[in-house]
């Protein structure tokens, strides 16, 4: 089912599963001609919408592109600032940056590596126009916390659900998907180290059908008329270029596959929650080990398996022990404010001006993102992993955490 194996000296971080669905669906365009944005797409877009429960979805390419549009149609300009969190892909930030605007990083819940709610309200100033929230590794934020600061600042909440497809929150007595959206605009990442796979690729989720309107003008170069209808004319149509959009397309290709991984989504889902719930298991007496958690109010997709090292622990002996394995391993997420990227590149932590790092890169008021940077690995977990082999990784991060 996979689309790459587990050799025996060597376990993958991730592998995406891939098998003769996807290989029928891909032959689909192929067979048809049809291969840029097209049917696929549009089919892909009305399917994803029903599973998050979104009025509009729409693909792009990347979840950097979905992003950069959803700042954009928020109204995101140069000289505003956005609340979000350095602890994040670098993406986060950079889409913040190609629209003129300040990021400001505010620090993390360590029991969730998602933005602390209590410490939003602090960063807000009169430059603020939104806030970029991140489901981080596929947890979800508290978002009623975050879209009531929102709402009574008059703020828009992107969130940043690279990660997240098929993750939940409760909301009263119910359980809704992450991407509804519960703030106003959603942007999903298809990267093959996601949930689910088009190689590469996003998706936009809003309620807002104006903005939806924009994204496909703004996808396809600002073109009057798609492709799809023009071709499908009975008579000539010549389209006109009335805003500079960009060229942020998904291809035929790409939604072929991402429409079989969608069908596919709820047994990917199962085999990841068993696989976390395994390795809370085996994981269990490892001292000082610190084993990722769901908040009672929320349900991950297991995107990844982050755990956070004992105190004695050092963070490459570890890896490198894993590695000497065979096993691959990951570093805890990025910091962004800590990158040489953003040595020159204004941000802000807090309301306070962080436009230059300390001699090391830190911020002290972004202590908790550094330590989870420092001090958390993530090891294997993919629908395709074997029980032997995690047997195999949970020995090799025990034995590695004693040393």
Same mark, same amino acid.
């Given at each position: 089912?996979?689309?790459?194996?587990?050799?025996?000296?060597?376990?993958?971080?991730?592998?995406?599963?891939?098998?003769?669905?996807?290989?029928?669906?891909?032959?689909?365009?192929?067979?048809?001609?049809?291969?840029?944005? $097209?049917? /696929? %797409?549009?089919?892909?877009?009305?399917? &994803?919408? #029903?599973?998050?429960? @979104?009025?509009?979805? !729409?693909?792009?390419?990347?979840?950097?592109?979905?992003?950069?549009?959803?700042?954009?149609?928020?109204?995101?300009?140069? $000289?505003? /600032? %956005?609340?979000?969190?350095?602890?994040? &892909?670098? #993406?986060?930030?950079? @889409?913040?940056?190609? !629209?003129?605007?300040?990021?400001?990083?505010?620090?993390?819940?360590?029991?969730?590596?998602?933005?602390?709610?209590?410490?939003?309200?602090?960063?807000?100033?009169?430059?603020?126009?939104?806030?970029?929230?991140?489901?981080?590794?596929?947890?979800?934020?508290?978002?009623?916390?975050?879209?009531?600061?929102?709402?009574?600042?008059?703020?828009?909440?992107?969130?940043?659900?690279?990660?997240?497809?098929?993750?939940?929150?409760?909301?009263?007595?119910?359980?809704?998907?992450?991407?509804?959206?519960?703030?106003?605009?959603?942007?999903?990442?298809?990267?093959?180290?996601?949930?689910?796979?088009?190689?590469?690729?996003?998706?936009?989720?809003?309620?807002?059908?104006?903005?939806?309107?924009?994204?496909?003008?703004?996808?396809?170069?600002?073109?009057?008329?798609?492709?799809?209808?023009?071709?499908?004319?009975?008579?000539?149509?010549?389209?006109?270029?009335?805003?500079?959009?960009?060229?942020?397309?998904?291809?035929?290709?790409?939604?072929?596959?991402?429409?079989?991984?969608?069908?596919?989504?709820?047994?990917?889902?199962?085999?990841?929650?068993?696989?976390?719930?395994?390795?809370?298991?085996?994981?269990?007496?490892?001292?000082?080990?610190?084993?990722?958690?769901?908040?009672?109010?929320?349900?991950?997709?297991?995107?990844?398996?982050?755990?956070?090292?004992?105190?004695?622990?050092?963070?490459?002996?570890?890896?490198?022990?894993?590695?000497?394995?065979?096993?691959?391993?990951?570093?805890?997420?990025?910091?962004?404010?800590?990158?040489?990227?953003?040595?020159?590149?204004?941000?802000?932590?807090?309301?306070?001006?962080?436009?230059?790092?300390?001699?090391?890169?830190?911020?002290?008021?972004?202590?908790?993102?550094?330590?989870?940077?420092?001090?958390?690995?993530?090891?294997?977990?993919?629908?395709?992993?074997?029980?032997?082999?995690?047997?195999?990784?949970?020995?090799?991060?025990?034995?590695?955490?004693?040393?």
């Amino acid at each position: 089912m996979m689309a790459a194996s587990a050799v025996a000296t060597r376990i993958p971080i991730t592998a995406p599963w891939l098998g003769d669905d996807e290989m029928t669906a891909v032959a689909r365009p192929l067979t048809s001609g049809w291969l840029t944005q $097209g049917p /696929e %797409v549009a089919a892909f877009e009305r399917e &994803f919408a #029903a599973y998050v429960g @979104a009025p509009h979805a !729409c693909a792009v390419s990347n979840c950097t592109t979905a992003l950069h549009l959803a700042l954009l149609a928020v109204g995101v300009s140069p $000289g505003d /600032e %956005v609340i979000t969190v350095s602890h994040s &892909f670098i #993406a986060t930030a950079n @889409a913040i940056r190609y !629209c003129g605007a300040t990021p400001v990083f505010v620090d993390i819940d360590p029991a969730t590596f998602n933005i602390d709610a209590s410490l939003i309200k602090q960063a807000i100033t009169d430059r603020t126009r939104a806030i970029l929230c991140v489901h981080q590794l596929g947890m979800p934020c508290d978002m009623p916390a975050i879209v009531a600061i929102a709402r009574r600042h008059g703020l828009k909440v992107i969130e940043d659900a690279a990660c997240a497809i098929g993750s939940a929150i409760k909301v009263g007595d119910r359980w809704e998907p992450i991407g509804k959206p519960h703030g106003d605009v959603a942007c999903f990442s298809f990267h093959p180290r996601k949930v689910i796979t088009t190689g590469d690729g996003g998706m936009i989720t809003t309620t807002n059908a104006e903005w939806d309107a924009r994204f496909r003008l703004w996808r396809q170069h600002g073109m009057s008329v798609p492709d799809t209808a023009r071709h499908g004319t009975s008579t000539v149509v010549f389209e006109t270029y009335d805003i500079v959009g960009f060229n942020y397309r998904m291809t035929d290709l790409q939604a072929a596959v991402g429409r079989a991984q969608l069908r596919r989504l709820p047994e990917i889902l199962e085999r990841r929650r068993q696989l976390a719930c395994r390795y809370a298991a085996l994981l269990a007496d490892v001292s000082g080990l610190r084993l990722p958690t769901e908040p009672s109010w929320a349900r991950t997709n297991w995107q990844s398996y982050c755990v956070g090292l004992p105190e004695h622990s050092n963070q490459r002996q570890v890896m490198q022990a894993l590695l000497d394995q065979g096993i691959a391993s990951k570093r805890g997420v990025m910091c962004t404010h800590r990158s040489p990227a953003y040595a020159e590149v204004p941000w802000k932590c807090n309301s306070m001006e962080r436009g230059r790092r300390h001699e090391d890169g830190s911020c002290e008021a972004l202590g908790n993102s550094e330590h989870a940077e420092d001090r958390s690995v993530m090891i294997p977990l993919y629908p395709g992993l074997s029980d032997g082999d995690q047997n195999r990784i949970a020995a090799g991060i025990a034995g590695a955490c004693r040393a």
